[in-house]
């Protein structure tokens, strides 16, 4: 029902900034909660942030606040994630995820769709 394809990822040096997109095929894309998670080698894939369908509510996981940015815009069916200040333990392939729930959710098994991910690797 639901495609969503990541973009923008690449090779950065710790300090620098990326901002990655996710388009969604979705006739309605604005119903959808947005989620960003990443998984590195080795390890579970991790909630990241959230955006609401509206683009009005937001939340972090803890080890990004301050530094990542969610955000939408529904008019080009694409979520963004602003990542700026990066650390070689940010280094992951980043995933984003549709929900189609009525609350915003940071478990993985809550998504009902998911793209194919994008690789982000940090240099230290």
């Known amino acids: 029902q639901v495609q969503l394809v990541e973009s923008g990822g690449g090779l950065v040096q710790a300090g620098d900034s990326l901002r990655l997109s996710c388009v969604a095929s979705?006739?309605?894309?604005?119903?959808?909660?947005m989620g960003w998670f990443r998984q590195a080698p080795g390890k579970e894939r991790d909630f990241v942030a959230v955006?609401?369908?509206?683009?009005?509510?937001?939340y972090y996981a803890d080890s990004v606040k301050g530094r990542f940015a969610i955000s939408r815009d529904n008019a080009k069916n694409t979520v963004f994630l602003q990542m700026n200040s990066l650390k070689p333990e940010d280094a992951a392939v980043y995933y984003c995820?549709?929900?189609?729930?009525?609350?915003?959710?940071?478990?993985?098994?809550?998504?009902?769709?998911w793209g194919q991910g994008t690789q982000v690797s940090v240099s230290s």
């Open positions: 995820a549709a929900d189609g729930g009525r609350t915003l959710s940071s478990g993985r098994n809550e998504y009902d769709y």
């Open positions: 979705a006739r309605t894309f604005s119903w959808y909660n």
């Open positions: 955006i609401s369908g509206s683009g009005i509510t937001k």
